[in-house]
């Protein structure tokens, strides 16, 4: 059976989870304060219960000022056992895209977006989320036991990746059959606040659409 090359098979993903996080000021036992996150799921593919389960730690920046390391804890869904982790995140500067074929990548003298779609449906246990933040999209959406997931990234034509086509969004993988409204989010002159994005039963609603 043929794929495209962006299409991975669900061996691939070791874990997958969309939801929510807040960051505090903790004091460390050294009397040194520092940010501490706490992330809240909402999609996980390795629960039925995503909402039961919290994962959090400091977030010490590193001397690069580009990178911050993770340092907390939370259940390893294999063991089941709470488990200390590390993780490195990666600063990336935000751009806004133009919505014409071709455009080339905004400046801070243009909007850029942030657009969140949410599905909650417990009648065919179904949830997902689609998070898009300038230049990035990516969703992920489980129902019953199975799940998808998609990532897009837009570029401009001059930009390095384009691959000297005319630019804008190009999908970098995707996992699973399940239908995930990316393309919607990527379309936010099409969408409002409040609103709902359908596709046969399943409904999303609109919940965060703003520019910066």
């Known amino acids: 059976m043929y794929l495209p ?31 501490h996150s706490v992330w809240k799921h909402w999609v996980d593919v ?3 219960e995503p909402e039961k389960i919290t994962d959090e730690g400091d977030m010490l920046p590193q001397p690069d000022g580009e990178r ?22 990666l600063d990336v500067k935000v751009k806004a895209v133009d ?33 898009r933040v300038g230049q990035y999209c990516q969703g992920v959406v489980k129902v019953g036991k199975q799940f998808a997931l998609e990532r897009w990234e837009w570029k401009a034509a001059k930009e390095e990746g384009s691959g000297g086509q005319s630019g804008g969004w190009k999908r970098l993988a995707r996992v699973g059959d399940w239908w995930l409204p990316c393309g919607a989010a990527l379309r936010e002159d099409l ?7 359908k596709h046969q039963e399943m409904v999303w609603k609109v919940v965060e659409l703003c520019y910066f």
């Not at 997958?16 to 050294?30: F, I, Q, Y």
């Not at 911050?68 to 995140?89: A, F, H, I, Q």
């Not at 455009?103 to 989320?129: I, N, P, Q, W, Y």
């Open 5 to 35: 090359p962006d299409v991975l098979p669900s061996s691939r993903v070791n874990w997958t989870v969309a939801g929510t996080s807040s960051t505090s000021l903790r004091t460390t036992p050294e009397d040194h304060k520092v940010p």
């Open 46 to 48: 390795h629960s039925d």
């Open 68 to 89: 911050t390391l993770e340092r907390g804890s939370m259940v390893n869904p294999d063991t089941g056992k709470l488990t200390e982790y590390e993780e490195c995140w």
């Open 99 to 131: 919505l014409g074929v071709g455009g080339e990548a905004g400046d801070d003298e243009k909007s850029r977006t942030c657009v969140v779609l949410v599905l909650h449906d417990d009648e065919h246990k179904a949830r997902g989320m689609v998070v």
């Open 191 to 197: 969408l409002k606040l409040d609103g709902e994005v």
